[in-house]
């Protein structure tokens, strides 16, 4: 793998602490307070490697229901942590920094969801509402079904031929998943952040410029993107995929550039590039696709929350709607 290609877009982490001492410090913290630590495959990739347990969402989700240890330290973002208490809460579930939000979230929140689902109601719609994993806890309990990349197909198999379905909160992530299973779908307008930006040019300029390359695409990306691309999957696909190969190959990688690490450990014969962003604003290239929120875990902030037991995902009361809604979809 060309390491000055992850450079060129991978921000430096800089630690006021060395990162060895950092890791000495958290495994003996993991000891001593009965801890297991999940982390995205969207972290830094030296969070990955002191996780316990990596994945997507779908797959960390299962974990912790199954994980032994009294306390989860959860590397991701809010929802994700959220989940992990809703799923397991008799567990202590921490999170190195409880400002890790998601774009997708915060575009639809909870209130507006009811408001809009009270007006397709009252225009006579009849419709199960399908959400992406990345929403609020507040959102799923409005909702039917939750999905995530890795098993949006067969729950949408799930749904009633007879139901409209009104998808939320990530249009393009919708508009994929009703092409590819048939269903219409009412589509609620939100994207995310990272997925929104890559350039459609520097991508078909990486494509001519390694010939043979194989493009590879998150079903968040738009229209655009996954119209030129190789392969479209969530991050656990990717993973299957890129094994798949032996021989040597060049994947042009379209999603959150921390995923190349993954990718790296499991198939270390290929090439990977990760395809830039491109700013709104100035049009110009940007390290963009790194996702803000993910990028607020650290080291640092994994060794505080455990030697401090705090943050926490505390128990919410409609926690116990958005559960139900959770089991039926992501585990069983
Ligand atoms: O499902 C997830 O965890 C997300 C947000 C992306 C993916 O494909 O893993």
């Not at 999940?38 to 960390?60: E, M, N, R």
């Not at 799923?140 to 009633?160: F, M, Y």
């Not at 090439?271 to 049009?283: D, K, L």
């Amino acid at each position: 793998m060309d390491l000055t290609i992850l450079n060129a877009v991978a921000p430096v982490e800089t630690y006021d602490e060395d990162p060895l001492d950092l890791m000495d410090e958290i495994d003996e913290l993991k000891k001593s307070k009965d801890a297991a630590i999940l982390a995205h495959f969207y972290v830094d990739g030296d969070l990955q490697d002191i996780a316990d347990y990596t994945g997507d969402s779908l797959k960390l989700a299962r974990d912790a229901t199954q994980v032994p240890n009294s306390t989860i330290v959860f590397c991701g973002v809010h929802f994700m942590g959220e989940s992990a208490k809703i799923l397991s809460p008799s567990k202590k579930v921490l999170m190195p920094d409880l400002q890790a939000g998601c774009s997708l979230a915060e575009s639809c929140p909870a209130d507006k969801l009811a408001a809009y689902q009270a007006d397709l109601r009252a225009k006579g719609h009849d419709f199960q509402t399908v959400a992406y994993i990345n929403t609020t806890a507040a959102v799923k309990s409005l909702c039917d079904w939750i999905v995530t990349s890795g098993n949006a197909r067969e729950i949408i198999d799930r749904v009633p031929a007879d139901k409209e379905i009104l998808f939320v909160p990530d249009q393009h992530l919708g508009r994929y998943l009703s092409s590819v299973t048939g269903r219409p779908m009412i589509l609620w307008p939100g994207s995310c952040m990272v997925h929104e930006v890559f350039s459609i040019q520097d991508l078909l300029r990486a494509k001519r410029n390694n010939p043979g390359s194989i493009v590879m695409a998150h079903p968040e990306c738009p229209a655009n993107v996954l119209d030129v691309s190789d392969f479209i999957g969530g991050t656990e696909k990717m993973r299957k995929y890129v094994a798949s190969f032996a021989e040597k190959k060049t994947f042009l990688v379209a999603t959150e550039a921390n995923m190349i690490h993954p990718l790296a450990k499991l198939a270390p014969q290929h090439e990977y590039i990760p395809v830039p962003g491109i700013m709104a604003s100035t049009g110009e290239t940007c390290a963009c696709n790194r996702c803000p929120h993910m990028a607020r875990n650290t080291l640092q902030k994994v060794r505080d929350c455990l030697r401090d037991g705090r943050p926490e995902i505390t128990w919410q009361p409609y926690f116990a709607q958005a559960q139900e809604v959770l089991q039926r979809s992501l585990l069983q």
